[in-house]
Nanobody
Framework: QVHVGEAGGGLVQPGGSLRLSCAASGTLFRLRTMGWYRQAPGKQREFVAAITSAGTTNYAASVKGRFTISRDNAQNTTYLQLNSLKPEDTAVYYC?????????WGQGTQVTVSS
């Protein structure tokens, strides 16, 4: 069974940057597709970015060019670099790990973009 935990959220001004990290337990990390989602108050959870075991990345249109997903298989960790943040990026950011159609979610980390 895999466990997933996020870190790195916080309060940042518009135009600022944050780096989120997601650590996953277990020995099969390198085989998992890792993804980031977010959920703003009163809205449904939405896809942000994902990276496959081969390193292929995919982004939501709203974050493409501003956010970068990466992974370090030696550290069992996925990162999401958030640049040029906007108030509309405010949300709880969730990480998930996917293997053989089984998806495991973390508890989320709050990102607040406000002046």
């Amino acid at each position: 069974q895999v466990h997933v935990g996020e870190a790195g959220g916080g309060l940042v001004q518009p135009g600022g940057s944050l780096r989120l990290s997601c650590a996953a337990s277990g020995t099969l990390f390198r085989l998992r597709t890792m993804g980031w989602y977010r959920q703003a108050p009163g809205k449904q959870r939405e896809f942000v970015a994902a990276i496959t075991s081969a390193g292929t990345t995919n982004y939501a249109a709203s974050v493409k060019g501003r956010f970068t997903i990466s992974r370090d298989n030696a550290q069992n960790t996925t990162y999401l670099q958030l640049n040029s943040l906007k108030p509309e990026d405010t949300a709880v950011y969730y990480c998930n790990a996917v293997l053989a159609s089984v998806r495991t979610w973390g508890q989320g980390t709050q990102v607040t973009v406000s002046s």
